[in-house]
């Protein structure tokens, strides 16, 4: 590999421990060309501003040449660039522009499944005895015309999609558009390792990779058991999807996905300071898998489950049980926590119902993000407090949306595009864009925040900056002292530093009392607290640090 392409980055094979990520959707990050929809020469025109956020990496959602069907998580072909982002050139420039600016640069791994239009479906769909006839998952029908087994997809409806031409079924978790890969085969597996090689020797950092535990499907194509109601949840899937009525034992989640994530965690190797991480979309059993995914120093660096991504609001109790589920489930593992993505409803709405400061409520949840055991990713706008975009029906490109509306709005409302400035769209491009941009969404653009210290963006750059000055937030071990009521305690211990760190997690002033020992406290966070006598005093959506001996 071309070692110039590393850039000012300083080896490091632990960078990823810590390390606070700044995901980037491409088609509303920033549009150079006046198309209506972001693209690469944008994101290099738009790095600085995650430079001085003081993120460590960029993670970049899908670039590969698409029929967009699911906005690039449809790959036509897994080693181009769609026009419509730009091209390998403008690919080489943004890792060049990101590694000067000390950023290092993951991107989205789709390959559970491709595109019917990939050139390797088109082929294995010709005929049932061509050189690719067995690279997906073909079935066929049972004597009465149906399907093998009752799997569902997670866009709706059954998981098997008919194919004329070859007259079987093949395999779709998603779209029908999406045809799933035969991970069995080994060609289909040594063939998606060169496709990481491609991007490794292009200068990459690493990977997210998308539905990790859906690589896998069950060879003897058993039916999935019903999930009791009790047990269901809408941790990965919306209430309305009867996906969610399933056990998930056969369709994904299967054991023989450990070796494969072998095979790919000795590609990595052969490369310097690469790390991935994992999309573990289980409602059951999602921190487990992403222990497994990450023990033995053989698999993936980090891996994240859904927990901190479903509807159920936070408080102290739900954070503390499942920092310690994760410990518990993966006790060699690391995790990645997010609070928001390009999936789910921002989290300022989706946890800020009723909530009249949502901008204080958003610099507690940093900060709270931030502190945690485990590495850090921001979804782009977070940083601003942006709200879900509540779209029109007509306004909608998102599949999944349009198939459960209005039940369920779908991902559109997360992925309006960025706001830069307080023109007509926001900075984003001279033309209109692809979705709409909110006029709520104005005020609270980078621009506007920039000149504004009380702001949320200056106080997540203000909060990431104090977190770099002690390491025990990034690398320590985390041990909780408060979570019964209003206010989440716990301490980040490293070395000889031992930090505590308080969260008032309500509306409403709080007061904790003081530990044990000889309190530092620390400042620069931009949190304010007090303390009195023996009780720390906690504003609403407050927070206190403090170096104790």
Same mark, same amino acid.
């Given at each position: 590999?071309?070692?110039?392409?590393?850039?000012?980055?300083?080896?490091?094979?632990?960078?990823?421990?810590?390390?606070?990520?700044?995901?980037?959707?491409?088609?509303?990050?920033?549009?150079?060309?006046?198309?209506?929809?972001?693209?690469?020469?944008?994101?290099?025109?738009?790095?600085?501003?995650?430079?001085?956020?003081?993120?460590?990496?960029?993670?970049?959602?899908?670039?590969?040449?698409?029929?967009?069907?699911?906005?690039?998580?449809?790959?036509?072909?897994?080693?181009?660039?769609?026009?419509?982002?730009?091209?390998?050139?403008?690919?080489?420039?943004?890792?060049?522009?990101?590694? +000067?600016?000390?950023?290092?640069?993951?991107?989205?791994?789709?390959?559970?499944?491709?595109?019917?239009?990939?050139?390797?479906?088109?082929?294995?769909?010709?005929?049932?005895?061509?050189?690719?006839?067995?690279?997906?998952?073909?079935?066929?029908?049972?004597?009465?015309?149906?399907?093998?087994?009752?799997?569902?997809?997670?866009?709706?409806?059954?998981?098997?999609?008919?194919?004329?031409?070859?007259?079987?079924?093949?395999?779709?978790?998603?779209?029908?558009?999406?045809?799933?890969?035969? @991970?069995?085969?080994?060609?289909?597996?040594?063939?998606?390792?060169?496709?990481?090689?491609?991007?490794?020797?292009?200068?990459?950092?690493?990977?997210?990779?998308?539905?990790?535990?859906?690589?896998?499907?069950?060879?003897?194509?058993?039916?999935?058991?019903?999930?009791?109601?009790?047990?269901?949840?809408?941790?990965?899937?919306?209430?309305?999807?009867?996906?969610?009525?399933?056990?998930?034992?056969?369709?994904?989640?299967?054991?023989?996905?450990?070796?494969?994530?072998? +095979?790919?965690?000795?590609?990595?190797?052969?490369?310097?300071?690469?790390?991935?991480?994992? &999309?573990?979309?289980?409602?059951?059993?999602?921190?487990?898998?992403?222990?497994?995914?990450?023990?033995?120093?053989?698999?993936?660096?980090?891996?994240?489950?859904? &927990? @901190?991504?479903?509807?159920?609001?936070?408080?102290?109790?739900?954070?503390?049980?499942?920092?310690?589920?994760?410990?518990?489930?993966?006790?060699?593992?690391?995790?990645?926590?997010?609070?928001?993505?390009?999936?789910?409803?921002?989290?300022?709405?989706?946890?800020?119902?009723?909530?009249?400061?949502?901008?204080?409520?958003?610099?507690?949840?940093?900060?709270?993000?931030?502190?945690?055991?485990?590495?850090?990713?921001?979804?782009?706008?977070?940083?601003?407090?942006?709200?879900?975009?509540?779209?029109?029906? &007509?306004?909608?490109?998102?599949?999944?949306?349009?198939?459960?509306?209005?039940?369920?709005?779908?991902?559109?409302?997360? +992925?309006?595009?960025?706001?830069?400035?307080?023109?007509? @769209?926001?900075?984003?491009?001279?033309?209109?864009?692809?979705?709409?941009?909110?006029?709520?969404?104005?005020?609270?653009?980078?621009?506007?925040?920039?000149?504004?210290?009380?702001?949320?963006?200056?106080?997540?750059? +203000?909060?990431?900056?104090?977190?770099?000055?002690?390491?025990?937030?990034?690398?320590?071990?985390?041990?909780?002292?408060? &979570?019964?009521?209003?206010?989440?305690?716990?301490?980040?211990?490293?070395?000889?530093?031992?930090?505590?760190?308080?969260?008032?997690?309500?509306?409403?002033?709080?007061?904790?009392?003081?530990?044990?020992?000889?309190?530092?406290?620390?400042?620069?966070?931009?949190?304010?607290?007090?303390?009195?006598?023996?009780?720390?005093?906690?504003?609403?959506?407050?927070?206190?640090?403090?170096?104790?001996?």
């Amino acid at each position: 590999m071309n070692q110039t392409l590393r850039g000012n980055l300083v080896p490091d094979a632990d960078w990823w421990r810590g390390a606070v990520i700044y995901q980037i959707y491409p088609r509303s990050y920033q549009d150079s060309n006046g198309d209506g929809v972001g693209d690469l020469k944008g994101i290099t025109g738009r790095l600085s501003h995650i430079a001085e956020l003081g993120a460590d990496a960029i993670w970049i959602s899908p670039f590969f040449k698409s029929p967009m069907k699911d906005f690039g998580y449809d790959v036509s072909n897994y080693i181009d660039i769609d026009p419509i982002f730009g091209t390998i050139a403008d690919f080489d420039a943004m890792i060049e522009e990101a590694h +000067r600016l000390k950023l290092r640069v993951m991107i989205d791994l789709v390959i559970s499944h491709t595109s019917d239009q990939h050139p390797w479906f088109i082929e294995s769909s010709a005929s049932k005895d061509n050189e690719k006839a067995d690279w997906y998952v073909w079935v066929d029908p049972k004597d009465d015309g149906t399907p093998p087994n009752n799997w569902l997809s997670i866009f709706g409806g059954s998981a098997w999609a008919w194919d004329p031409g070859r007259c079987q079924y093949y395999l779709h978790n998603f779209l029908t558009s999406q045809p799933d890969l035969n @991970f069995h085969n080994p060609d289909v597996q040594n063939a998606l390792l060169d496709v990481a090689r491609f991007w490794l020797e292009r200068g990459v950092d690493g990977f997210r990779l998308d539905t990790i535990n859906f690589y896998f499907h069950d060879k003897e194509l058993r039916s999935n058991p019903g999930l009791p109601p009790e047990r269901r949840n809408a941790n990965t899937a919306p209430a309305v999807n009867p996906y969610n009525h399933q056990e998930h034992l056969y369709d994904k989640n299967r054991p023989e996905n450990l070796e494969f994530l072998k +095979r790919l965690r000795a590609v990595m190797n052969d490369y310097q300071d690469i790390a991935a991480v994992g &999309e573990v979309g289980d409602s059951q059993r999602g921190l487990e898998i992403a222990g497994e995914y990450t023990s033995g120093g053989d698999k993936m660096q980090m891996c994240y489950a859904f &927990e @901190f991504l479903a509807p159920e609001k936070l408080n102290p109790k739900f954070v503390a049980d499942v920092q310690r589920a994760f410990e518990t489930a993966a006790p060699e593992g690391w995790a990645c926590w997010a609070f928001s993505n390009h999936d789910v409803v921002r989290h300022i709405t989706r946890w800020g119902d009723g909530i009249s400061d949502k901008h204080g409520y958003a610099k507690m949840l940093n900060a709270l993000l931030l502190t945690l055991r485990g590495s850090a990713c921001i979804y782009q706008g977070e940083e601003l407090g942006l709200p879900e975009a509540d779209l029109q029906f &007509e306004d909608l490109q998102d599949p999944y949306g349009i198939q459960f509306w209005p039940e369920f709005k779908g991902r559109d409302g997360c +992925r309006t595009p960025m706001v830069w400035d307080g023109s007509n @769209f926001g900075g984003f491009s001279t033309a209109k864009p692809w979705l709409p941009v909110p006029p709520e969404h104005l005020p609270l653009s980078v621009a506007a925040e920039a000149g504004d210290e009380a702001s949320v963006m200056k106080q997540y750059a +203000r909060f990431l900056a104090f977190r770099k000055e002690h390491p025990a937030f990034a690398k320590g071990e985390i041990a909780f002292t408060l &979570e019964d009521g209003a206010v989440l305690g716990f301490e980040r211990k490293l070395g000889n530093e031992t930090i505590v760190c308080y969260f008032n997690m309500s509306s409403g002033p709080e007061t904790v009392a003081k530990p044990a020992g000889t309190l530092e406290t620390l400042t620069g966070h931009g949190f304010e607290a007090s303390v009195t006598g023996e009780q720390i005093v906690l504003p609403a959506w407050g927070a206190f640090f403090a170096r104790v001996q």
